[in-house]
């Protein structure tokens, strides 16, 4: 199993700041049950309507992650926290389309807690695993079908480099139907208290299985 810490490159800067890490196996992932499509729709719904009254600064996740981005020196007007891009598809009314079940339930929980959610194919890691700023040079083939210089942005990575990120993940670690084990990495707020955080970061892990069956291995939350 991998250890997972903060770098000194981000926690020099936010001392609060916080991971959550949880770590599946033998899970199945599919297409998506039902009840989970309704309630990724209707949230989506929900929240276009939420939007259409409230300037997306007014969501605390919203307005605390750009700060860390400024913090980092990360422009958050042309990088943004991957729960933002969600919530401005959503406000323009492009909702997401469903993909598979893991994929969609961490759609659901960025949306739902409106911090950045990542979740990896275990077995395409190796080593320990670091949250840092990215060094020069450093990026990847993302999701997003494009190159993603990450230079400067908040990363986390393993011996091979830099695989994840709260703006955009790698294509490298992404999650499939084939995929057995897995790791989850939840961007906290680094105004929650520990205490909060762990009961997010169980309530999330128990959704997870529920759809998803498997075993949890390990929930933490991470900070100095």
């Not at 000194?8 to 049950?33: N, T």
């Not at 190159?147 to 990363?155: E, P």
Request: glycine share 8%.
């Amino acid at each position: 199993m991998s250890a997972i810490q903060i770098d000194k490159s981000i926690s020099s800067l936010i001392p609060q700041f916080k991971l959550g890490y949880i770590s599946y196996h033998s899970i199945v992932i599919s297409d998506s049950p039902q009840m989970l499509k309704g309630r990724l729709q209707f949230f989506q719904e929900t929240l276009q309507m939420d939007l259409e009254e409230k300037p997306l600064t007014a969501f605390s996740g919203v307005s605390e992650w750009r700060d860390v981005f400024k913090i980092c020196k990360i422009d958050p007007s042309k990088y943004r926290p991957s729960h933002e891009a969600l919530m401005r598809r959503i406000k323009k009314g492009n909702f997401l389309p469903t993909v598979q079940s893991a994929v969609d339930l961490n759609t659901f929980f960025s949306l739902q807690y409106m911090i950045p959610f990542g979740i990896y194919d275990a077995s395409a890691l190796k080593g320990d695993l670091s949250v840092r700023l990215g060094e020069a040079g450093e990026g990847y083939d993302g999701v997003n079908g494009r190159f993603n210089d990450m230079s400067g942005k908040i990363i986390t990575a393993d011996e091979h480099g830099p695989f994840g990120s709260p703006i955009v993940d790698s294509r490298r670690t992404s999650v499939s139907t084939s995929t057995t084990d897995a790791i989850q990495l939840i961007y906290l707020k680094p105004s929650m208290e520990v205490e909060e955080a762990e009961k997010l970061v169980s309530a999330a892990a128990s959704m997870f299985t529920q759809i998803h069956g498997g075993e949890l291995l390990q929930t933490s939350v991470i900070n100095l």
